[in-house]
């Protein structure tokens, strides 16, 4: 995945933080029938490009098709259960990792 990073002073606490970010972009068909409140995904970089972005060895006119969505056709999704993203339960349960069927995904090319 495409990320940016970098180090900054905290000039309160006086300290260096180290932050990043996950660059995201528009979701392909198959994310945005998945994320479909903000239909956006992480920059999954092509194996081509991950030197590009790592060196930042990329001109303007390059970085649109870096940041391009994914292509649908080589991602297989899995559901899993709303559970995961619980803020109001102890998540660190086995049941997170039991196979969850939402009605309407059923169309979409799961695992």
Do not use: C
Not at 20 to 34: C, E, G, H, Q, Y
Not at 87 to 96: C, L, M, Q
């Amino acid at each position: 995945m495409a990320g940016i990073w970098d180090t900054w002073e905290d000039k309160e606490e006086g300290k260096n933080l180290n932050t990043f970010s996950i660059v995201t972009t528009k979701a392909n068909p198959l994310l945005a029938r998945i994320h479909n409140s903000k239909e956006r995904m992480p920059v999954i970089l092509r194996q081509e490009d991950e030197k590009k972005w790592i060196s930042g060895d990329f001109d303007i006119a390059e970085i649109g098709s870096i940041l391009e969505p994914y292509d649908q056709g080589e991602m297989e999704a899995f559901p899993v259960s709303r559970l995961l993203s619980s803020k109001a339960r102890n998540t660190n349960v086995p049941e997170v990792m039991a196979p969850f069927q939402y009605e309407d995904l059923t169309e979409i090319k799961l695992l």
